[in-house]
């Protein structure tokens, strides 16, 4: 079996035309301009290029962009300063900080400084236990697009088996919780699970998150299994740099029924998502009905 290829990029672009649809009606209904607000501290040269395409990508569907560049060595009473400012500020609907942020600075910490309801990557305490109890919450952007992928590929995802390899803050626990909120048996697998070829092998959905290139190999892969790559790896092979997933596309598009390439699968996914929940958090802060088709 050979797999269909999820293109990431053509659905990131449907998922950005939705939002510069909605967005242009909240303008001319309410005279409300959704904000988005992002910093970046250090000089990251990947941050850099993500925070850029970010703000082209706020603008390109209508919004307001606020882009903060700050030294890497900014102090946190500089930073929380800063993140005070844009939580009191009604012309900013969603705070971003870029991450990986310096050593000197706790992400956690960061995260706990930004308004929940502006709290666009979902990461905050109040988000994750909303999200944890089925409430309605702020959803992390990366989940949100994996899983905008899989209900566009399969319909329905009840009663799958789905497994999560990797545990993150950012990625692997709201993937898992958003899987379970979907009627999936969800296993959260990482490096220290028992047999986790056997595990990813019983799953048919595999969603990679661990960071570590190509590391879950075809032969791991149930046939038929829908394979959501989250891996954006950067690695040098025969003296030229590229760019892969933490599965080895080569073996596994030989056995999964789909799968996500890197790039040009959940990367640009990611951002798209980041777009839909700044809309959702305009809505949200003045009262509104939730954009339509862009929450989970
Ligand atoms: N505060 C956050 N920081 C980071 C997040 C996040 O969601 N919130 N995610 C990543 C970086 N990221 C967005 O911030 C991001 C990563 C990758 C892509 C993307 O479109 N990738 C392309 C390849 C681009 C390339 O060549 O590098 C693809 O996969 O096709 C977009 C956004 C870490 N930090």
């Known amino acids: 079996m050979t797999a269909q290829i999820i293109d990431g990029r053509a659905f990131a672009a449907k998922v950005r035309a939705q939002v510069a649809d909605q967005v242009a009606k909240l303008k001319e209904k309410t005279g409300i301009t959704p904000g988005l607000a992002v910093v970046l501290v250090g000089e990251d040269p990947a941050s850099q290029v993500y925070v850029r395409s970010k703000g082209?990508?706020?603008?390109?569907?209508?919004?307001?962009?606020?882009?903060?560049?700050?030294?890497?060595?900014?102090?946190?009473?500089?930073?929380?300063?800063?993140?005070?400012?844009?939580?009191?500020?009604?012309?900013?609907?969603?705070?971003?900080?870029?991450f990986p942020v310096p050593d000197h600075l706790s992400e956690t910490e960061i995260v706990s400084q930004i308004d929940p309801g502006k709290d666009v990557d979902g990461l905050h305490v109040v988000n994750a236990g909303l999200l944890a109890s089925g409430q309605k919450a702020m959803v992390s952007c990366t989940p949100l697009g994996c899983l905008m992928l899989l209900r566009d590929h399969l319909g329905s995802l009840s009663g799958l088996d789905a497994v999560v390899v990797g545990r993150s803050n950012l990625v692997g626990k709201p993937m898992a919780q958003l899987l379970v909120r979907d009627s999936c048996t969800v296993t959260i697998a990482h490096s220290r699970t028992k047999d986790l070829p056997d595990v990813v092998r019983r799953a048919d959905i595999v969603i990679a998150a661990v960071?570590?290139?190509?590391?879950?190999?075809?032969?791991?892969?149930?046939?038929?299994?829908?394979?959501?790559?989250?891996?954006?790896?950067?690695?040098?092979?025969?003296?030229?740099?590229?760019?892969?997933?933490?599965?080895?596309?080569?073996?596994?598009?030989?056995?999964?029924?789909?799968?996500?390439?890197v790039p040009g699968g959940v990367g640009p996914m990611t951002i798209a998502c980041l777009l839909a929940n700044t809309l959702t958090a305009a809505c949200r802060a003045n009262g509104l009905p939730e954009p339509e088709g862009l929450t989970a």
């Open 56 to 98: 082209q990508q706020t603008i390109e569907v209508g919004m307001n962009s606020y882009e903060h560049k700050l030294p890497a060595d900014v102090s946190k009473d500089e930073l929380y300063a800063l993140i005070d400012k844009l939580n009191n500020d009604p012309a900013v609907h969603g705070i971003l900080v870029q």
């Open 211 to 261: 960071g570590r290139p190509e590391m879950v190999p075809g032969d791991w892969i149930k046939e038929g299994a829908t394979v959501i790559d989250v891996g954006i790896n950067r690695i040098e092979r025969d003296g030229k740099n590229k760019l892969v997933g933490d599965v080895d596309y080569a073996t596994a598009v030989e056995r999964a029924g789909a799968i996500t390439p």
